[in-house]
Nanobody
Framework: VQLQASGGGLVQAGGSLRLSCVASGWTSRINTMGWYRQAHGKERELVASITGGSSTDYVDSVKDRFTIARDNADNTMYLQMDSLQPEDTAVYYC?????????WGKGTLVTVSS
């Protein structure tokens, strides 16, 4: 499985961005997908996840601001990020789980200015 993330950029506080993650390869075996982020000098943090049955989960700090979704027909996962805050600044990584093995995409940088 290969993952290609995109959609990062620079946005002012209160703004929005939408991240995309396109999967290719053995996509029919993908179960859970999601996004991690890592801010400079901080540990990696799970932001949101979505199962094959579209059950979602979010870290408390992004609930009611971020929305994760997936389009299985296009093998694409999205992270809609609204009301962005400077503390959301990080490199965001998408992942996909196949038989308990994690595949990772390259990160996309999100920078939120105050």
């Amino acid at each position: 499985v290969q993952l290609q993330a995109s959609g990062g950029g620079l946005v002012q506080a209160g703004g929005s961005l939408r991240l995309s993650c396109v999967a290719s390869g053995w996509t029919s075996r993908i179960n859970t997908m999601g996004w991690y982020r890592q801010a400079h000098g901080k540990e990696r943090e799970l932001v949101a996840s979505i199962t094959g049955g579209s059950s979602t989960d979010y870290v408390d700090s992004v609930k009611d601001r971020f929305t994760i979704a997936r389009d299985n027909a296009d093998n694409t996962m999205y992270l809609q990020m609204d009301s962005l805050q400077p503390e959301d600044t990080a490199v965001y990584y998408c992942y996909a789980v196949v038989f308990d093995f994690y595949y990772w995409g390259k990160g996309t940088l999100v920078t939120v200015s105050s």
